[in-house]
Nanobody, 122 residues
Framework: QVQLVESGGGLVQAGGSLRLSCAAS????????MAWYRQAPGNQREVVAV???????DYAESVKGRFTISRDNAKNTVYLQMNSLKPEDTAVYYC????????????????WGQGTQVTVSP
């Protein structure tokens, strides 16, 4: 009933920038926290950035000062502006949202996007 669709991934040189987008759709009543995770080969999935419905943010130490998370509540969309990219940022990036659904039987769930590849070349 809820889908997250990501876009904006790709290949960029070290020092470059990318902007990821994630749009939520479906039977959505409201969205609380939204977040970006990433997973590199051989590594566990880690939190990159989190933003609440009110706009409060938190970042992993490794990306602080380089990445900015933002959201457009009218569009149910979250963004991740990634600047000064490093090869260590190479990973599959996943969007996550804490969603309350509409309907006769409302649900609270954590929705995930399919992931988008970000590759940073040296």
């Amino acid at each position: 009933q809820v889908q997250l669709v990501e876009s904006g991934g790709g290949l960029v040189q070290a020092g470059g920038s990318l902007r990821l987008s994630c749009a939520a759709s479906g039977s959505i009543l409201s969205i609380n926290d939204m977040a970006w995770y990433r997973q590199a080969p051989g590594n566990q999935r880690e939190v990159v950035a989190v933003i609440t419905s009110g706009g409060s943010t938190d970042y992993a130490e490794s990306v602080k000062g380089r990445f900015t998370i933002s959201r457009d509540n009218a569009k149910n969309t979250v963004y991740l502006q990634m600047n000064s990219l490093k090869p260590e940022d190479t990973a599959v990036y996943y969007c996550n949202a804490d969603v309350h659904t509409t309907g006769e039987i409302p649900k609270a769930l954590h929705a995930w996007g399919q992931g988008t590849q970000v590759t940073v070349s040296p």
